[in-house]
């Protein structure tokens, strides 16, 4: 049974739980509306899809810029005997990605608008992420 029998099962039981002579028009428009929802939930499922062990790069890994200043990010790491490197530039408040990246360690390091290295680290990319940079 798929997602559409389910809901529409799903509906006629919810209609016939609750008799209609005991609802007002508005309970009843807030049942109606909660059936319909939940439904929907039910047909569309949950929007997160699991994501794919196998596969050899990630859909996709974003940067969200807090800070009160342009920043520059700048990726490196080795996957297969290929370097890849990726250098992005986040405005203040601002979101950038990196799409099809490869699975691997990666070096990254952040920088400042006057140049300067706020922070350096590794990280492993393995899955879709968002890596936020906020202000210590």
């Known amino acids: 049974m798929n997602a559409k029998h389910i809901a529409v ?11 209609a002579q005991a609802l007002s028009s508005l309970d009843k428009g807030l049942v109606i509306g909660n059936i319909l929802i939940q439904g929907y939930q039910a047909i569309r499922g949950n929007g997160k899809k699991a ?6 790069t990630v859909d996709s890994f974003c940067f969200k810029n807090k ?6 990010i700048k990726l490196s790491g080795k996957h297969e005997e ?4 990726k250098e992005l530039v986040l405005q203040k408040d601002g979101k950038e990605c990196t799409y ?4 691997a360690i990666y070096q990254y390091e952040i ?3 006057s140049k300067d290295v706020y922070k350096k ?6 899955e879709e992420s968002l890596m936020t940079i906020n202000h210590d």
């Open 9 to 19: 099962a799903f509906f006629f039981a919810s209609a016939t739980l609750v008799p």
């Open 100 to 103: 099809n990246l490869p699975k």
């Open 51 to 56: 994501p794919d062990p196998t596969a050899k």
């Open 67 to 72: 800070m009160e200043e342009k920043i520059t």
């Open 121 to 126: 680290g590794e990280y492993n990319v393995y």
């Open 82 to 85: 290929e370097t890849i490197t």
């Open 111 to 113: 920088l400042l608008s």
